[in-house]
């Protein structure tokens, strides 16, 4: 068990710019998650898949934003047109099936600045 | 959507001394998990409360679910340096986990 990686650990951007992260969550887990985490606040969920299928998106993501995971192993999040309210850590964590409540693997995160 | 509500927001305490943080929600909640997140890293789970009035413990650590479950505390007995960090509790709405904001935990040694 490796746990979850998240690359890069940093982005630093320009406005407008368009950004990619990659998340590669436990190996045996089917459920993958997207958070994202301002200062002093709890992680927010974006978005949710459960093996390749998208099976959630927060109504607080954008059509900026698309996230992917083609196989139902690595996921992507893309942010395009990044703006300044987008800087913020983001992260990806991954759980069990057929486990009820199974608990959240996060990863280390991907720390987002736009200036 | 729903959220629980994290009471207080930051405690400093001087080593030693307890520490409890609380988790109010408005619903009958299915279950409540707690996370804690070290400065710098990322939210790590703690434990999980299913049953109503469920007490569990970790070493100095106590977890209660209220008998309505509708809220949660964590308690922590005579603090130590290495409990610093912030305690999330969240609730599962649908398929996925909403977090409060927190409890920002300082200790003084």
């Known amino acids: 068990d490796t746990g979850v990686s998240q690359d890069p650990r940093h982005k630093i951007t320009k406005r407008g710019q368009n950004v990619t992260f990659r998340c590669d969550p436990i190996?045996?887990?089917?459920?993958l998650y997207w958070y994202r985490q301002t200062l002093g606040q709890g992680p927010e969920f974006l978005t949710y898949?459960?093996?390749?299928?998208?099976?959630?998106k927060s109504r607080l993501l954008s059509d900026r934003f698309s996230a992917e995971r083609p196989k139902g192993s690595f996921s992507t999040l893309e942010i395009q047109r990044t703006e300044q309210g987008d800087s913020a850590m983001y992260l990806c964590?991954?759980?069990?099936?057929?486990?009820?409540?199974?608990?959240?693997?996060f990863g280390n995160g991907t720390r987002l600045t736009v200036t | 959507g729903q959220q629980v509500m994290q009471i207080p927001q930051y405690q400093h305490v001087q080593e030693g001394e307890d520490f409890t943080t609380y988790c109010n929600s408005s619903t009958t909640l299915s279950n409540i998990q707690w996370y804690k997140q070290r400065p710098g890293g990322h939210p790590v789970f703690l434990i999980q409360l299913v049953k109503s009035g469920e007490v569990k413990k970790q070493k100095r650590l106590t977890f209660q679910f209220g008998e309505a479950k509708k809220n949660s505390s964590l308690h922590i007995t005579a603090t130590q340096t290495t409990d610093v960090g912030t305690y999330f509790c969240?609730?599962?709405?649908?398929?996925?986990?909403?977090f409060g904001a927190g409890t920002i935990l300082r200790v003084k040694s």
């Open positions: 964590a991954s759980s069990e099936t057929g486990t009820e409540n199974s608990p959240l693997h």
């Open positions: 969240a609730e599962e709405y649908g398929n996925k986990l909403v």
């Open positions: 898949f459960q093996n390749e299928a998208q099976l959630e």
């Open positions: 190996s045996e887990h089917n459920r």
